[in-house]
């Protein structure tokens, strides 16, 4: 009894616990009505319903967190390259040491980037093949000890797929992503974190290897990895294979979406070309938006794509298509930032030089940023921490794989000798090597890169082309930037005419089964097409006469006069009569996009990948040219 009294006497009274509960309520509304507070200041677009927007909170800040990780990793190494650079070899090394490739260049035992150049020597994907097809047939420790789960298969722009192993392609890609979406908030601070982004992206066709890893692409996504809160295009629409549709269900989505922060793809011409067919189907984008339906012009594969779309539709927008129906009706130029008044930046790799066009067409007033540079055979391999306007240059990452030097006038060499990183020249070109983590040791990629500065103590670069894309009819090396800068010269001469995309083939490649093969011709020369855009004069009208002009000999001697004085060899060849003058061909409109169809309909070529074939290599792509030109 006395316990009791003394229970009774030290209890809290019932009116007190019921006041620490009010309190204790009020506290968790008050921090709610702070994280929702918050949570507008990330500019959460209209279609986000509670759920949506803390999906989406939790993805983007997954990523966002460990981007900035990895952005910290990478701004160490820039302050200490070289450092950071044997780093990463030594751990390759090690890890990689008790294969079978290994043990025969006995990895294991190299204790210094010195010693590792001495005993090993450059390679192509040649020295690999056999390798890589024992490790796909399901060998364990031939390149690595982790068996690879996937195979990324080369888009073939310079001959044949190849195919690498990849020791965790998901953790690549995902780093990737985390890496480049994160610079990307960074440097666009107005970027709200809930705002959704449009990710082109066109599904491919993947398989398997015997060994159980899947071929791929090096952009084909994870479904069940990929954070499809954070884009404006539903789950459903990442699995679509066909390009024309993808782009639709991209445009329908993010049309939808008036607080859409940023657009992004693997290449800019696929937005551009995205952009430019709203133009020819925005009547139908616009019924769908308004009624809730996809249109029977799109195809899909599987049936419940179209119903899953169009139940994300949400029955129909009619006051949205209303307001894109006003901006569409005034004309594009400048739509992009008047269907997304919030629109803060557009970020993919600018590979073909479209961004000049679509910035004066679509996207006036909005800032690019440059995806980065990488390949099939390392995902990421420099980043770009400026907006393009600023700085075309990129940084190494220097943290993600070992890299070496070879100059440009070196590189005709099977075993020229290297530089290291802390060894560049301001101005200076040289040709990629690299070593990564899943095999590949001292590979020549075959890229060139321009040295442009510094950034912290690491160099930084520009692109400038591949090396298998040089023609050399006899031992002229005309390189792409120095084609493309004579064909736009030469096609700048007319008014109201610029060159809108070309590809070259050596005469070589032509069949004597062809309509355009010379019999009587001895001396070899250059195929080139060119696909013109001719500007609207005064009265609306193109100037359809051009075409016809630039046909003739004139356009051919303009781009041989051209050609002749940005390549000093070309123009003895030239003289001496070794080389003929070009055979100019003007393309119908449209050629290159019919292009893009066929390559991708008849190879291994996935629309992620896809790159304008600059240099024909193959009788097909040829014949194609010659079928489209006028």
Same mark, same amino acid.
């Given at each position: 009894?006395?316990?009791?009294?003394?229970?009774?006497?030290?209890?809290?009274?019932?009116?007190?616990?019921?006041?620490?509960?009010?309190?204790?309520?009020?506290?968790?509304?008050?921090?709610?009505?702070?994280?929702?507070?918050?949570?507008?200041?990330?500019?959460?677009?209209?279609?986000?319903?509670?759920?949506?927007?803390?999906?989406?909170?939790?993805?983007?800040?997954?990523?966002?967190?460990?981007?900035?990780?990895?952005?910290?990793?990478?701004?160490?190494?820039?302050?200490?390259?070289?450092?950071?650079?044997?780093?990463?070899?030594?751990?390759?090394?090690?890890?990689?040491?008790?294969?079978?490739?290994?043990?025969?260049?006995?990895?294991?035992?190299?204790?210094?980037?010195?010693?590792?150049?001495?005993?090993?020597?450059?390679?192509?994907?040649?020295?690999?093949?056999?390798?890589?097809?024992?490790?796909?047939?399901?060998?364990?420790?031939?390149?690595?000890?982790?068996?690879?789960?996937?195979?990324?298969?080369?888009? *073939? !722009?310079?001959?044949?797929?190849?195919? /690498?192993?990849?020791? +965790?392609? $998901?953790?690549? @890609?995902?780093?990737?992503?985390?890496?480049?979406?994160?610079?990307?908030?960074?440097?666009?601070?107005?970027?709200?974190?809930?705002?959704?982004?449009?990710?082109?992206?066109?599904?491919?066709?993947?398989?398997?290897?015997?060994?159980?890893?899947?071929?791929?692409?090096?952009?084909?996504?994870?479904?069940?990895?990929?954070?499809?809160?954070?884009?404006?295009?539903?789950?459903?629409?990442?699995?679509?294979?066909?390009?024309?549709?993808?782009?639709?269900?991209?445009?329908?989505?993010?049309?939808?979406?008036?607080?859409?922060?940023?657009?992004?793809?693997?290449?800019?011409?696929?937005?551009?070309?995205?952009?430019?067919?709203?133009?020819?189907?925005?009547?139908?984008?616009?019924?769908?938006?308004?009624? *809730? !339906?996809?249109?029977?012009?799109?195809? /899909?594969?599987?049936? +419940?794509? $179209?119903?899953? @779309?169009?139940?994300?539709?949400?029955?129909?927008?009619?006051?949205?298509?209303?307001?894109?129906?006003?901006?569409?009706?005034?004309?594009?130029?400048?739509?992009?930032?008047?269907?997304?008044?919030?629109?803060?930046?557009?970020?993919?790799?600018?590979?073909?030089?479209?961004?000049?066009?679509?910035?004066?067409?679509?996207?006036?007033?909005?800032?690019?940023?440059?995806?980065?540079?990488?390949?099939?055979?390392?995902?990421?391999?420099?980043?770009?921490?400026?907006?393009?306007?600023?700085?075309?240059?990129?940084?190494?990452?220097?943290?993600?794989?070992?890299?070496?030097?070879?100059?440009?006038?070196?590189?005709?060499?099977?075993?020229?000798?290297?530089?290291?990183?802390?060894?560049?020249?301001?101005?200076?070109?040289?040709?990629?090597?690299?070593?990564?983590?899943?095999?590949?040791? $001292?590979?020549? @990629?075959?890229?060139?890169?321009?040295?442009?500065?510094?950034?912290?103590?690491?160099?930084?670069?520009?692109?400038?082309?591949?090396?298998?894309?040089?023609?050399?009819?006899?031992?002229?090396?005309?390189?792409?930037?120095?084609?493309?800068?004579?064909?736009?010269?030469?096609?700048?001469?007319?008014?109201?005419?610029?060159?809108?995309?070309?590809?070259?083939?050596?005469?070589?490649?032509?069949?004597?089964?062809?309509?355009?093969?010379?019999?009587?011709?001895?001396?070899?020369?250059?195929?080139?097409?060119?696909?013109?855009?001719?500007?609207?004069?005064?009265?609306?009208?193109?100037?359809?006469?051009?075409?016809?002009?630039?046909?003739?000999?004139?356009?051919?001697?303009?781009?041989?006069?051209?050609?002749?004085?940005?390549?000093?060899?070309?123009?003895?060849?030239?003289?001496?009569?070794?080389?003929?003058?070009?055979?100019?061909?003007?393309?119908?409109?449209?050629?290159?996009?019919?292009?893009?169809?066929?390559?991708?309909?008849?190879?291994?070529?996935?629309?992620?990948?896809?790159?304008?074939?600059?240099?024909?290599?193959?009788?097909?792509?040829?014949?194609?040219?010659?079928?489209?030109?006028?």
């Amino acid at each position: 009894m006395a316990a009791w009294s003394a229970y009774q006497t030290t209890s809290t009274p019932f009116g007190s616990w019921k006041s620490i509960w009010s309190g204790f309520l009020a506290a968790v509304a008050s921090c709610i009505s702070v994280l929702f507070l918050w949570i507008l200041t990330l500019r959460p677009s209209p279609q986000h319903g509670v759920i949506s927007v803390l999906r989406h909170l939790y993805f983007a800040g997954k990523s966002y967190t460990r981007g900035k990780y990895y952005l910290r990793k990478l701004k160490t190494a820039w302050k200490n390259p070289r450092y950071a650079q044997d780093q990463f070899l030594m751990r390759v090394l090690k890890e990689n040491g008790d294969t079978d490739y290994g043990r025969k260049f006995k990895l294991k035992n190299i204790v210094s980037a010195e010693e590792f150049r001495k005993r090993h020597s450059l390679t192509t994907y040649e020295d690999y093949k056999p390798y890589v097809e024992r490790v796909m047939a399901g060998e364990q420790c031939v390149m690595t000890q982790v068996m690879p789960n996937a195979f990324v298969q080369t888009s *073939g !722009t310079t001959g044949p797929s190849k195919y /690498f192993p990849q020791r +965790d392609q $998901r953790y690549l @890609l995902t780093r990737m992503m985390d890496v480049l979406y994160t610079n990307l908030h960074e440097l666009c601070p107005r970027l709200g974190l809930l705002q959704k982004k449009l990710f082109h992206y066109v599904q491919p066709v993947m398989s398997r290897a015997k060994n159980g890893g899947s071929i791929r692409s090096a952009f084909a996504l994870y479904e069940d990895g990929f954070m499809a809160s954070c884009y404006t295009t539903p789950p459903s629409g990442f699995r679509i294979h066909s390009y024309d549709d993808a782009n639709y269900i991209h445009l329908v989505f993010t049309l939808l979406d008036p607080n859409t922060g940023a657009l992004c793809g693997s290449f800019l011409g696929g937005i551009y070309t995205m952009m430019k067919q709203l133009e020819q189907c925005w009547e139908d984008i616009v019924y769908d938006i308004e009624h *809730g !339906t996809i249109t029977e012009k799109v195809k /899909f594969d599987d049936a +419940d794509i $179209r119903s899953s @779309l169009e139940q994300a539709l949400g029955g129909g927008h009619p006051e949205r298509a209303g307001e894109l129906r006003r901006q569409f009706e005034k004309g594009f130029n400048g739509i992009m930032k008047r269907v997304w008044p919030n629109l803060e930046v557009l970020s993919a790799v600018d590979n073909a030089g479209s961004w000049p066009d679509l910035k004066a067409k679509y996207a006036e007033g909005i800032p690019f940023v440059n995806l980065g540079y990488g390949n099939s055979e390392a995902m990421i391999l420099g980043v770009s921490p400026w907006f393009h306007e600023d700085n075309h240059s990129m940084v190494f990452c220097t943290n993600m794989a070992f890299f070496e030097f070879i100059r440009h006038e070196d590189s005709n060499e099977s075993q020229p000798k290297t530089l290291l990183i802390d060894e560049l020249e301001i101005g200076q070109e040289y040709e990629i090597v690299f070593t990564q983590e899943s095999g590949l040791y $001292r590979y020549r @990629l075959g890229d060139v890169i321009r040295i442009t500065g510094n950034h912290f103590n690491c160099p930084t670069f520009e692109f400038m082309y591949r090396m298998g894309l040089i023609m050399n009819l006899r031992y002229e090396k005309m390189n792409q930037v120095v084609l493309k800068a004579g064909l736009q010269s030469a096609v700048g001469q007319w008014n109201d005419m610029r060159l809108f995309e070309y590809a070259v083939a050596e005469s070589t490649l032509v069949p004597k089964s062809s309509p355009a093969f010379e019999e009587t011709e001895d001396m070899p020369y250059y195929v080139i097409f060119l696909e013109l855009d001719q500007t609207v004069n005064k009265s609306g009208n193109k100037e359809t006469s051009k075409t016809a002009e630039l046909a003739s000999n004139e356009i051919t001697s303009s781009i041989d006069v051209e050609l002749r004085g940005l390549n000093s060899i070309y123009e003895r060849l030239r003289r001496s009569g070794a080389i003929s003058h070009p055979r100019v061909h003007i393309l119908k409109p449209g050629t290159f996009e019919d292009l893009k169809q066929h390559v991708v309909n008849t190879t291994n070529t996935t629309a992620n990948q896809y790159k304008v074939p600059q240099r024909l290599r193959t009788v097909d792509t040829l014949n194609f040219m010659f079928d489209h030109a006028v």
